[in-house]
């Protein structure tokens, strides 16, 4: 099976613009959860969708926002960038029928955005 | 709340030596524990995890873990370490009714030496 594949790898923005970010789960997979990694805060969790329904939020701005399509795929979105938000964006999938928490997580290699 | 602790941010060790890396957690429920490791430019992989059962887990590339509740511990090792398991190392919590959220520890990069 082709794993988890995040798009576009790395993007350059400008502080006030906004950016949408796309991932596509393991064939198979429900559940999508999106992360930030930066060196200051280390691995935070977004959000998590389910069968196109968000499932669970962390402590994010609501300028990130995310949504899940009826084939699993799934994109965040961040408005009005600012330069904080530079950093390496993980998306994970896991199968999600089972409550999702005892589940392996597969990660994409990550979308790397850098805000200027 | 759940919350990780990985106990200093780098870690060196000679070729063969043994790998032992900490992780301690504090949950109010029972907690589900992984360990992931990610190498240069690249998404996390897992190790090893602890849902039920038995307390000592073995995962990929010779690693293992032994849940500890008494001591609230997750600790990682490898009898011998490689070239190739130099990366960064994180170890995550989840529990029940979380869903698929799952809350890191602020990582250790693991550097072996020739």
């Known amino acids: 099976k082709a794993g988890v594949t995040q798009t576009p790898r790395y993007l350059i923005k400008t502080r006030g613009q906004q950016v949408t970010l796309s991932c596509s789960p393991i064939s198979g997979h429900r559940s999508v959860s999106w992360y930030q990694q930066t060196p200051g805060q280390g691995l935070q969790f977004l959000f998590e969708y389910f069968s196109e329904t968000q499932r669970n939020k962390g402590n994010f701005p609501g300028r990130f926002s995310g949504r899940q399509f009826s084939n699993s795929r799934s994109e965040m979105n961040v408005s009005t960038l600012e330069l904080g938000d530079s950093a390496l964006y993980l998306c994970?999938?896991?199968?999600?029928?089972?409550?999702?928490?005892?589940?392996?997580?597969?990660f994409g290699p990550g979308t790397r955005l850098l805000v200027l | 709340a759940q919350s990780v602790t990985q106990l200093g941010s780098h870690v060196s060790v000679s070729e063969g030596a043994l790998v032992l890396l900490r992780c301690n957690y504090s949950?109010?429920?029972?907690?589900?524990l992984f360990w992931y490791v990610q190498y240069p430019n690249q998404g996390l992989q897992l190790l090893l995890k602890?849902?039920?059962?038995?307390?000592l887990v073995k995962g990929i590339n010779g690693f293992e873990a032994e849940f500890k509740k008494s001591e609230t511990s997750f600790h990682l090792t490898k009898p011998s370490a490689h070239m190739s398991d130099a990366a960064e190392y994180f170890c995550?919590?989840?529990?029940?009714?979380?869903?698929?959220?799952?809350?890191f520890g602020k990582g250790i990069t693991l550097s072996v030496r020739p």
């Open positions: 949950s109010s429920v029972p907690p589900y």
């Open positions: 602890y849902t039920t059962g038995a307390t």
């Open positions: 995550a919590v989840s529990v029940f009714g979380a869903n698929s959220k799952l809350t």
């Open positions: 994970a999938s896991s199968i999600g029928t089972s409550g999702g928490a005892r589940e392996t997580q597969y």
